[in-house]
């Protein structure tokens, strides 16, 4: 008859057998019945009202078990849902904060970089204009030399031109 674990499964067998077992049973009745025709009728009334009501009974609680089952079911979905729902939540807070650090970690590190930058551009500006004041300063020594040979050419010109 299918399985009877209050699930809902075999209702229809159920009530097939149920039916047939009646109606064998009417027909059995009827062959072997030592009463009068109008007793027989009412006993064979009697008893398929009795397979009548015996039938819904069971459909009845079959429905009520397959309803009960339904809502655990709904309810244990509702839980799994909300389970999920919470370790999405949680899963997205991590990235979040994740890629807050990153972003923090990122902007740190190029900061940096510019400071570096930065402070190695100021060295080269500093290392260019204390060349340029060397040069300045050689050229300027260079040029005092240059007049003061030139004076001393000059000087030693205007010697040998009066002794000649």
């Known amino acids: 008859m299918g399985n009877q674990d ?13 039916l047939l077992g009646g109606a064998i049973g009417a027909a059995i009745a009827l062959l072997y ?4 025709g109008e007793h027989t009728r009412d ?3 009697k008893k398929t009202d009795e397979a009548t ?7 009845s609680s079959v429905a009520d078990a ?4 339904a809502g655990e079911l709904s309810d244990k979905a509702g839980a799994v849902a ?5 370790k999405t939540n949680e899963v997205a807070d991590t990235l979040k904060s994740k890629a807050q650090d990153l972003s923090t970690k990122a902007t740190d590190a190029l900061n940096s970089a510019k400071d570096s930058v930065q402070s190695l551009a100021d060295k080269g500006k500093t290392a ?12 300027d020594a260079g040029k005092q030399a240059m007049a003061d040979k030139k004076e001393e050419l000059t000087a ?5 031109g009066e002794s000649a």
């Open 6 to 18: 209050g699930n809902g499964s075999g209702i229809g067998s159920f009530l097939a057998g149920l």
């Open 33 to 36: 019945a030592p009463q009068k």
């Open 53 to 59: 009501e015996a039938a819904r009974a069971k459909a």
């Open 66 to 69: 397959a309803k009960t089952k």
């Open 82 to 86: 909300d389970q999920v729902k919470s």
């Open 43 to 45: 006993y064979l009334k």
């Open 156 to 160: 030693a010109a205007d010697k040998a």
């Open 128 to 139: 260019i204009s204390n060349q340029k004041d060397i040069i300045v300063e050689a050229i």
